[in-house]
């Protein structure tokens, strides 16, 4: 399925955070909370400004973001989780 965002909405599909940690101790599905990293899958072309021009994006497809714990809408497309929410809900761009 193809999906494309509209005006200044991103597609974001959360990192899956490794397992275990520097004890060697394995955390369950259950007790991890969900990752607050991400990796853009697709962009929208940009917020209308009040004068009708787009303002432009500051992220695009396949950067790696970091966004707050409760950002975005979580859907489901072909048995994948993503999240999709608008630019200004991410908080940085991982270099």
């Known amino acids: 399925m193809n999906v494309r965002p509209l005006h200044d909405r991103v597609l974001v599909k959360r990192v899956e955070e490794k397992e275990t940690v520097k004890g060697g ?8 909370e969900k990752p607050m990293e991400g ?3 697709a962009v929208g072309s940009g917020k209308v400004m009040d004068d009708g021009k787009r303002a432009a994006m500051d992220v695009k497809t396949g950067d790696r973001i970091l966004f707050g714990k409760y950002s975005g ?3 489901k497309i072909d048995d994948q989780d993503y999240l999709i929410m608008r ?3 991410i ?5």
């Open 25 to 32: 101790i394995i955390i369950p599905d259950t007790a991890k």
């Open 39 to 41: 990796e853009v899958i």
């Open 73 to 75: 809408t979580e859907i």
């Open 87 to 89: 630019e200004d809900e």
């Open 91 to 95: 908080l940085a761009v991982l270099g």
